[in-house]
C-alpha cells in the first residue's frame, strides 16, 4: 500500500473520532487534529481520554512526551503522537496481512 493510501485510511478513521475534514495533506491533518484536541481539552476531557485509550495512546506515553517538552502546547503533542499511532496501526495491518496470491489447493 503506498503512503497515500495509508494516510486517506488514516484520515477516514480520526475524521469520525475527532470530527475533522477527512482530507487534506498530513501537515493539514496534524493542524485539525491540534484545534480538534485542544477543544476536547477545554471541553470534554473524558472523551478524549476515551478516544486516546482506544487508539491505544498510553497514558504514560502521553505524560512521558509532555515532560520531555514541559513548555510547548500539550494538544500539538498529543496530536502527534494519535497521528503516528494511526500510522503504525495501518502499517501493522499491512505487514500481518495473509498473502492473496495462495494457490487455491492451499487456502482453508
Given at each position: 500500500?503506498?503512503?497515500?493510501?495509508?494516510?486517506?485510511?488514516?484520515?477516514?478513521?480520526?475524521?469520525?473520532?475527532?470530527?475533522?475534514s477527512a482530507t487534506g495533506e498530513e501537515h493539514k491533518i496534524l493542524s485539525e487534529l491540534n484545534t480538534a484536541i485542544?477543544?476536547?481539552?477545554?471541553?470534554?476531557?473524558?472523551?478524549?481520554?476515551?478516544?486516546?485509550?482506544?487508539?491505544?495512546i498510553s497514558e504514560d506515553t502521553i505524560k512521558g512526551r509532555l515532560k520531555m517538552y514541559p513548555d510547548t502546547d500539550a494538544s500539538l503533542h498529543i496530536a502527534r503522537l494519535v497521528l503516528q499511532r494511526q500510522l503504525q496501526k495501518i502499517q501493522i495491518r499491512q505487514q500481518s496481512k495473509p498473502p492473496e496470491d495462495i494457490p487455491d489447493d492451499e487456502k482453508w
Open positions: 500500500m503506498k503512503d497515500a493510501e495509508i494516510l486517506m485510511i488514516v484520515r477516514k478513521e480520526l475524521a469520525i473520532d475527532f470530527n475533522i485542544n477543544h476536547l481539552i477545554q471541553t470534554d476531557f473524558s472523551r478524549l481520554l476515551s478516544i486516546l485509550y482506544r487508539i491505544d
